[in-house]
């Protein structure tokens, strides 16, 4: 059994997080299983006394603290894939891109380690008054869309444009609604070239009626499908952009990616 820090360290933090934000609750997660979902996908079921009675909104995170820069917590946030409240176990699904310090906890749990989590986080989840749905986003986004699709009750229509490293990275879904999905491929090309998931920003079909956008991934390539869309027609108010990450730059401590300069 191993904590991802140690207690010594963990007393040593100066911490912002050390009383949890309103709405969010300390988890103390303990590692029940991990395995590789897709070539570049690991899954982790975590579970926490603090489950009990824990209630989330689909596409919502936990924030997890897998690392210290000197006294400074380091966090990274995964979005909630399943919850089973019965059982007290809380899914993630983790990209695995190469490296930094989420991917070197996450490579290196195992049933029995320890880490302290707070959630639950995030403001983007499905519109209630949304006549379709549009899901666009990279693998780092596969997690909250799929999520997000499932939750959706069976009169609702919904299209997902998902981009991927390769075929082996596309996943199952088990969805009420009426849905339309598409994989793109990258083949080669690097995370974070805007080039597929644009093209497909200014292509795809947009129903009549008021929809809803959800557009999640790189942070230029989340702003750039905005203002493709937006390019359409698409009122500002019918999208929820949401970077998770900063081509080129690591994210900042609290898990959201760094801003400029």
């Known amino acids: 059994m ?30 029940v299983a991990t395995g590789q979902l897709t070539p570049h996908m690991q899954r982790i079921e975590l579970t926490a006394a603090e489950l009990d009675d824990f209630a989330y909104q689909p596409g919502q995170d936990v924030m997890v603290l897998v690392a210290a820069d000197g006294n400074r917590p380091v966090r990274r946030r995964y979005t909630i894939r399943h919850f089973d409240p019965a059982r007290r176990l809380l899914t993630i699904d983790v990209v695995l891109h190469g490296e930094g310090p989420g991917e070197r906890w996450v490579r290196s749990a195992r049933p029995g380690d320890r880490i302290e989590g707070i959630g639950p986080r995030g403001k983007v989840f499905p519109s209630p008054a949304a006549d379709w749905h549009l899901f666009m986003g990279d693998e780092a986004a596969l997690p909250a869309i799929l999520a997000m699709t499932e939750s959706l009750p069976g009169d609702s229509e919904a299209t997902l444009v998902l981009e991927v490293p390769e075929e082996a990275d596309e996943q199952d879904y088990a969805a009420a609604a009426r849905t339309r999905a598409s994989y793109l491929h990258r083949l080669g090309r690097p995370a974070g070239d805007p080039a597929l998931l644009v093209a497909e920003a200014g292509a795809v079909e947009l129903p009549p009626g008021q929809g809803h956008a959800y557009l999640l991934g790189e942070a230029r390539v989340v702003l750039a499908m905005r203002e493709a869309l937006a390019a359409r027609g698409l009122p500002q108010d019918q999208m929820s952009p949401k970077a998770y990450w900063g081509r080129g730059r690591a994210n900042a401590g609290h898990g959201e990616p760094a801003r400029d300069g």
Do not use: I, N, Q, S
């Open 2 to 31: 191993t904590d991802a820090l140690p207690e010594t360290v963990m007393a040593a933090l100066e911490d912002p997080f050390a009383t949890p934000m309103p709405g969010t609750r300390k988890l103390h997660f303990e590692v």
